[in-house]
């Protein structure tokens, strides 16, 4: 492992500390831990979408060989409502009713002595339902969308418009230049890696979950209410996460089950959702339509952004797409800003959050409809974004804190080379491709919570930082390591971080972009905080070396405790003593310069596509992404960050949705081989830049976030790259080589 | 997955005696299908035979052609300097499937009996005459933009899957059946049965007959062919559609041409009428497209599969041109 240099400029890169146990395999994710004695149990789901369930046969599978028990609403685990509804994904609890909300919802659960038996025995399950017609279909549901009321603290119907204009058409009306498009996208899934798995471990009116989760906290705390024990009961371990994307944030059905279950077999039990289980189990992203009408004036001046969308619902709940209340309402400077956010509730499964949540659907919309005005216009779109870039938050009288959307555009530009571009659309011809580059705007807002964190100075000279965030993958191992190398003037490899884990310093976790803007700065905090200790302890112990010396004379240098004439080691120290370790705790939160600044991290994307001439399929062929999001704490798993942040947005570009079928309910593709995620080689060389500018409003450390603003824009660069290699214009995502045949 | 016996075949004959009449049997080699559906309990043997210790291995030469066991895994097969070298279409063909650790289980015999991979097949909470005849077949009113505009029948719409089997075909391959009752060599072009009323019928396998090997004539200038495969992402997919093309070019005319496609076909669809009008051609794209043409002078298309109409043609073209420029 490579050690950061002492005192060096905060972007270290560092390896993953992390990174040997991953690929050694010694990692354990929830699903690896192997309680003794542990039965394992598999979902049943539900066949039909809507409906009641009449009975349920489940006398084969109960004779069936290893089978402990059947559960199902006729013969539940008994858990309660009203507890912490917050942090479960749905708004109904699993088998406390018989009523099926949605093709592939949890109806039961098999547990059995191994998974095989759990799982085989399930399949002699039959289930008898009155079923209802679901409603599955977005466009159809269209006519009969609701206003969802508020979105993001304002409302859902918002206009922002100069002073004695009356509606946004008429300012649409009195524009030089307008352009419309209707953007749609199917249903989206996280996919991780990692399936959502829970092992769940009793002991003395004890319990332990081991749980992927983003947040250890929310889901101790519905875990908690649902079962009816004290908190302090209960213990969430999940120290590594392969993938969340969010949605391992809410609760859903298998650890409330698996726990329920536990508790009463009276012994450990295991249940891994199935790849295609995680479809309909967990959550997913809205599908979406919107409608984009900008009007501009000739020099290419936004005078009006009307941005309309309509987000899948689900009966049972959600978090739905908030697409303009994230994008159009701040990107741009326009005199005229409405908003128009409906839902339409259907028969599916709950959406929830999903990697930039309301960004990624809104970017493509907006940033494709800017491409159209550029085209219209016969503008360059890169100064077409930049003549309209805002300074200061439309509708509110407070500048950003640190914003450099335009410098990342210059810097993109010149890196990729959009100076050769010619803007004639089909004008690139190599070959059999047609060759095009697009570009697109990424915006996503900085997120600060509350976080405490704790160090420890150990006798065996290593210090502890530890903290209940998570790591799923982002990063926060060696994010820990690295601010707390900083923070103590150590090597990177003297400090031992932990996370992921209830009993550790409080933290809400890891989302919102959020974990190392909050996490970060209270790493200091308690540096400073166990310092102070150590030197106390040095000063009044009577082993101690500094016996007797006044505190304020002693300070902390890089390990050392320094007193004048004297200096020694922190381990040296605890050794004379005999003192195991000293650690205190910091906390920070934000403070009042939340409602002075706006706080939001940019960046803008280039890409080159090429389209085959003859079977239309469209295949990448590099792009560039240019980063700002403040100081950047570790620079190679920040790059990773945005790396895959850009390979999500290929997938929501290209290859992603799911196909519900509009008269079942069912999701006809749920698996990994029909739900199309970008592969290796469908991934180009991918050119990350950082402008790494500090920003210090928004924390002490600087820095913002980076784990989801790598998606923003990137489907509407590929769309436009698209748009300027063939001509054609394509506002149904994914954009696939059907669309382009012509 | 339900109960099975499994056996272990140490010989030809004992695995034939093991399976017997075939009812209820199936026979293991890489198990990438068959466990795959087994778990699915879409496939549900009462007996497990594993032939995988056959000598049913080799990539040989005779006068007679290419010879490649059915035990030879996909992998080994598609580097094979035989088959590189003489048949480019066959090597393609393997490293366009699947993955590699896929490939590295997966044997030649498996892949050409593999079975469809149509949702609703894979899927025993919906109907599905393939799976449970009379069933229905939910894939004509449902989501189908994977499936066949060639070759279906009101029963059933799924595509044959093999991508090794369209370059076979193409190459008037045949496979050796061994059975209690004898050998017999079949044209893999016959092999395939179409749905008709009767989808669970695939192939003319009879139960317990074992594939033991595939022979590809011989066909000098098969060393210029290829196999074009499309698909919405760059591996690790099935095919949209895909042509498998050999070509005979003296002097810029194609003398003869072996063309078949996949990912259109309820079996791999070899086009001799296509063949015909491309012979005594100059294969400039524009004549090659309406030669193509006459491929798809009968297709089906469904809902959301009418764009194969197209690609397929368009593949043709493209796999043509590239292979003559
Ligand atoms: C995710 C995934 C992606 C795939 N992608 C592709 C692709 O892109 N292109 C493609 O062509 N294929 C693809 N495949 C299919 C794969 O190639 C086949 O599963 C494989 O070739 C089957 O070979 P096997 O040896 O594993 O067969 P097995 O699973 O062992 O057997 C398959 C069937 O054939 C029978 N059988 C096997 N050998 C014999 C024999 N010698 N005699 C008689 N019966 C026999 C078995 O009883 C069984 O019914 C994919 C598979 C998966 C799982
Ligand atoms: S297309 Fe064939 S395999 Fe698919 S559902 Fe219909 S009958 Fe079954």
Known sequence: MQSAAQGAARTVSVNRVDGRLKVTGGARYSADHLAERAAHGYLLLSTVALGTIRSMDVAAAQRAPGVLAVFTPFHPLKLNGGGNPFSVGHSWLPLQDAEVRYHGQAIGLVVAETFEQARDAAALVSADYDVRPPAASLPDGIPRATDPGRVNGEPAVLNLLADGVGTIDEALASSEVTVSGTYSQPMKHHSAMEPHATVAVWQDDQLTLYNGTQSASLTLGTIAAALGVEPARVRVISPHVGGGFGNKIATWAHPLLAAAAARTLGRPVKVVLTREQTFTVTGNRSAVRQTVTLGARRDGTLVAVKHQAYSSQSTSGGIFETSPHTTSRYLYRAENIHLDQKIVTLDVPPPTWMRAPGQESGSFALETALDELAVELGMDPVALRLRNDATVYPGRNVPWSSKHLDECYRVGARRFGWDRRDPAPRSDVRGEWLVGTGTASAVYPAERFPASVKVRFQADGDVAVSSATADLGTGMWTVLAVLGSEALGLPVDRIRTDLGDSTLAANIGAFGSGATASTGPAVAVAAEAASTELIKLAVTHERSPLHGVPAADVRYDRGDLVAPGRRIGFAALLQAVDVAGVEATGSTAPGPEHGQHAFTSFGAHFCEVRVNRWTGEPRLARITTVIDGGAIVNAKTARSQIIGGVIFGIGQALLEGAQVEPATGRIANANLAEYLLPVNADVPPIDVHFLNHPDTLFNPLGARGIGEVGTVGVAAAIGNAIHHATGRRIRDLPITLDKLLD | ?325
């Open chain 2, 1 to 325: 997955m339900r109960a099975f016996d499994f056996a272990v075949a140490e010989t030809l004959g004992q695995a034939l005696t093991r399976a017997g009449s075939g009812a209820g049997s199936a026979y293991l080699a890489g198990g990438t299908t068959l466990v795959d559906l087994m778990k699915l309990d879409v496939m549900t043997p009462r007996q497990v035979v594993d032939i995988n210790r056959l000598p049913l291995r080799g990539v040989t030469t005779d006068r007679s052609g290419l010879h490649i066991g059915a035990l030879e895994r996909m992998s080994d097969v598609a580097v094979h300097p035989l088959v590189t070298a003489r048949y480019p279409v066959i090597a393609q063909a393997l490293s366009r499937s699947a993955s590699p650790q896929l490939r590295n289980m997966a044997s030649i015999g498996g892949n050409l009996l593999q079975r469809v991979r149509c949702g609703y097949f894979r899927d025993t909470s919906t109907p599905c005459n393939k799976r449970e005849p009379g069933s229905g077949c939910p894939a004509i009113g449902g989501e189908n933009r994977g499936h066949a505009i060639l070759g279906t029948s009101d029963s059933c719409v799924a595509t044959h899957p093999s991508d090794l089997a369209v370059a076979l075909v193409a190459l008037d391959a045949s496979v050796r059946l061994v059975g209690r009752d004898g050998t017999r060599d079949v044209r893999l072009a016959d092999f395939y049965r179409l749905p008709g009323d009767t989808p669970q019928l695939e192939h003319d396998l009879r139960p317990g007959e074992l594939v033991t090997r595939v022979t590809v004539p011989e066909l000098a200038w098969a060393r210029r062919s290829a196999y074009l495969k499309i698909r919405d992402r760059q591996s690790y997919e099935f095919a949209l559609a895909s042509a498998a093309v050999a070509l005979d070019l003296r002097d810029g005319v194609i003398r003869d041409v072996r063309l078949a496609v996949g990912g259109v076909g309820t079996r791999p669809w070899r086009l001799p009428e296509v063949e015909e009008a491309l012979r005594g051609m100059s294969p400039r794209p524009d004549a090659v497209e309406a030669a193509a043409a006459r491929a798809v002078a009968d297709a089906r298309p469904l809902a959301h599969n009418r764009f194969k109409v197209t690609l397929v043609r368009r593949t043709i073209v493209r796999a043509l041109t590239n292979l003559a420029g």
